[in-house]
């Protein structure tokens, strides 16, 4: 059965229609008086798409209460006024300057429409009234390949839920299931990754966010707490270590770029001078991966497994490309 | 369908307010400041004037003109829509994510501004919990962002420790700061680089170090750019076959499946950023994908094997 009234206008009146009343409104007025809800055909009909509307005006921010009577039965449902409402915050131009350009960081995202509708608010809050965004104003930075996935992860961090989603795993490309309690959030480098308990492996992981497929799920279930002082910002970038390997590597001066830059970031001081350098790996694979890049740059000389990963890596690439072995 | 309902209706409650502060405003001038065409604006309109309250008489609807010609709009009487809802965390959050990133990056004027407008913003609203679980890095050191800045304004020289990742290899150069801008959410640099006489272009997350630098000379006329940074004038691809444990590349790197290889491999083509980038990518696969075509990438591909394999003996 379709409703015969449109679904916004339907949501739209029963804003309106609690935010009017200063006691509750009961769910028989609701159903009698609100246009679409006599369209249900059935109690149970009209129980659902009640039950809908209030979880979606709540997922939105709406603050819909539910009214109790003394004896604990559900009275009715209202909307106050004062949490509904935006109160004024007092910036200063150059802060509605910032908050106007950081809406635009998002432009050419498929979320840009949420901060967009933020800042038409905190411009209709302002006492003065003015516009928040000079026509030519244009930030240096640009979201355009923001995930769809960022919303609904943002969502399940704050209200500390369970997510699943189908999920790429970059070892072997298959494509699961995960259950994760999402910890937090990171991007680097204009890369959105997910920190949090995977309840499969029992672990902590990281997550890229482009590797996740379709939409994610955001279940009842309450999450798995992070362990006591977890911070976001010092959980790695890659999955806890599975098997972590600690490599040193006999560099070229001026190349290995890239394992110069590992090192740095894991606080090696004279990484770019170095012509010995020291890096903890995630897993042999990677230390071999890293080896086989970096050509004649890099050549592992510990831990041994490692020399000989590469070593026999390097044999496959040479012989897989019409090289006998001179 | 619902996701499209609560955008819209999150649109309506914003749009009541603002029009009442812009009153006045054409159709056309406020479709543009909510990111949709006039023609979603009118219709927006059109739903508004049939909601209210129970009763839905006179004085219990939401009346709002704009028929008169010039498609100017007037909200006589917003019912309890007269002020902006309060921020859902949604909202309040892309904000400050976006406030972070701009902090970071070079070329924004008032960096404090950033930093108290973020904390008022996740005061106002109740954020500060849930934005402790996100964290944004740019991966601009601050040291780095602010000699580019300096030399952006007063066009100086600069010199800096670039580590590229195409070619893998760690250079210094001296270069003149020229332009920022982005790509899918990596800031570069354009600048003349005095090292290579030309213009070049630079991820700024990849500079190591800088500082105030001296200039050689006056720069050349700018050449063509780096080669191994923008995208070549006529874009070559390889054909790979490549295994199970390789297949990742096609998403990240964009790949075509063209089939499937005798061995069960899949032959995949993918377009080269350089053919320095292929052969990293394709070394760096530790032999789970082999180079069919172009003949001179396996040729490099068997060559840097070779060369590294007796470093090791």
């Known amino acids: 059965m379709t409703d015969r009234v449109d679904r916004t206008e ?29 369209d249900a055909p059935s109690d149970a009909a009209f129980e659902r798409m009640f039950e809908r509307d209030k979880d979606e005006l709540r997922s939105m921010g709406i603050p819909v209460e539910t009214v109790l009577d003394v004896s604990g039965e559900v009275v009715g449902y209202r909307i106050p006024g004062d949490s509904y409402v935006l109160h004024p915050i007092d910036f200063t131009v150059e802060e509605r300057a910032a908050i106007a350009l950081a809406a635009q960081v998002w432009s050419g995202a498929s979320i840009a429409p949420v901060p967009g509708t933020a800042l038409r608010k905190l411009e209709s809050a302002s006492a003065s009234g003015h516009d928040w965004t000079p026509a030519d104003l244009r930030g240096p930075v640009e979201l355009t390949a923001a995930d769809a996935a960022l919303l609904p992860l943002m969502q399940a961090v704050r209200d500390e839920k369970v997510v699943t989603f189908d999920y790429r795993a970059p070892a072997d490309d298959t494509v699961r299931k995960r259950t994760v309690s999402p910890w937090g959030l990171r991007s680097s480098s204009g890369r959105w990754f997910l920190v949090g308990h995977d309840h499969d492996r029992e672990a902590q992981r990281t997550f890229r966010l482009s590797r996740m497929h379709g939409p994610v799920q955001v279940m009842a279930a309450a999450r798995i707490p992070p362990p006591e002082g977890f911070e976001v910002s010092r959980a790695g970038l890659d999955a806890g270590p599975d098997e972590g390997v600690r490599a040193r590597f006999r560099v070229a001066p001026g190349r290995a770029a890239r394992l110069r830059r590992m090192a740095a970031a894991q606080g090696v001081v004279d990484a770019f001078e170095a012509d010995t350098i020291t890096v903890e790996l995630r897993s042999l694979a990677d230390a071999t991966a890293i080896a086989c890049a970096a050509g004649v740059d890099a050549v592992v000389v510990e831990p041994p497994e490692a020399v000989a990963a590469a070593r026999a890596a390097l044999a496959v690439i040479a012989s897989a490309h019409g090289d006998g072995g001179s | ?15 009541v307010p603002w029009l009442r502060a812009h009153d006045g405003v054409t159709v056309a001038d406020a479709a543009a400041h909510f990111g949709v065409i006039p023609d979603q604006l009118e219709q927006d309109l059109w739903l508004l004037i049939v909601c209210g309250e129970p009763g839905y008489g006179p004085g219990q609807l939401v009346d709002i003109q704009f028929w008169d010609e010039e498609g100017r709009i007037h909200v006589l009487d917003a019912l309890t829509l007269e002020r902006p809802m309060r921020l859902s965390q949604q909202e309040a959050l892309t904000l400050l994510i976006a406030l972070r990133m701009l902090a970071q990056v070079p070329g924004v004027e008032d960096r404090e501004a950033l930093v108290t407008a973020a904390v008022k913003l996740e005061q106002a609203a109740s954020a500060t919990e849930a934005a402790r679980a996100i964290t944004v890095n740019v991966g601009v050191s601050p040291e780095v962002r602010g000699v580019i800045e300096m030399a952006l304004a007063s066009g100086g020289a600069t010199a ?28 570069y640099l354009e600048a003349y680089c005095y090292s290579a006489g030309a213009l070049r272009t630079f991820r700024l997350d990849r500079v190591v170090s800088a500082a105030p630098g001296q200039a050689p000379g006056p720069p050349e006329s ?15 691809t390889a054909l790979l076959a490549v295994s199970p444990e390789a297949r990742w590349i096609i998403d990240v790197h964009h790949g075509a499946v063209e089939g499937e290889g005798a061995d069960g491999s899949t032959l995949v083509r993918l377009r080269m950023l350089s053919p320095d980038w292929a052969l990293r990518l394709v070394l760096s696969l530790a032999g789970t994908a082999t180079v069919l075509e172009p003949p001179e990438l396996v040729e490099t591909v068997a060559g840097a094997a070779r060369s590294a394999l007796a470093a090791y003996r």
């Open chain 2, 160 to 187: 800096i420790r670039y580590a590229s990742a195409s070619k893998d290899e760690v250079t210094d150069r001296t270069i003149e700061p020229r332009r920022l801008f982005t790509t899918d959410g990596t800031v």
């Open chain 1, 10 to 38: 339907r949501l739209l009146n029963l804003v309106l229609c609690l935010m009017a009343t200063a006691t509750a409104v009961s769910r028989a007025t609701i159903r009698q008086a609100i246009p679409g809800y006599g």
């Open chain 2, 222 to 236: 700018p050449g063509p750019g780096d080669p191994t940074t923008d995208p070549p004038a006529v874009p070559a």
């Open chain 2, 1 to 15: 369908m619902s996701g499209t309902a609560a955008e819209r209706l999150s649109r309506l409650l914003a749009l």
